[in-house]
């Protein structure tokens, strides 16, 4: 209950998938996106300790267009 009210408190959603034939195609792509954002930083670096950066790679998510929503997530 703890993670709930944190969670409300935030003003976070939290969406549970319990049909194994329904995807979480929202939280796929970010993963996805969120990856490929990684290992463009492990090449670009020759390395592959992301934790100090990992805050970083966030925002450039949060702080870029995204179409679907013809906006930034940030703004």
């Given at each position: 209950m703890f993670?709930?009210?944190?969670l409300t408190s935030v003003?976070?959603?939290h969406?549970?998938?319990?049909?194994e034939d329904f995807k979480c195609s929202?939280?796929?792509?970010f993963h996805r996106t969120l990856k490929s954002k990684m290992f463009k930083?492990?090449?670009?670096?020759n390395t592959r300790r992301y934790i100090d950066v990992l805050q970083e790679i966030?925002?450039?998510y949060?702080?870029?267009?995204?179409?679907?929503i013809k906006m930034a997530?940030?703004?």
């Open positions: 993670f709930m009210n944190f003003d976070v959603e969406i549970i998938c319990y049909n929202i939280i796929e792509r930083f492990f090449t670009a670096f966030v925002q450039s949060n702080n870029s267009y995204h179409s679907s997530p940030n703004e």
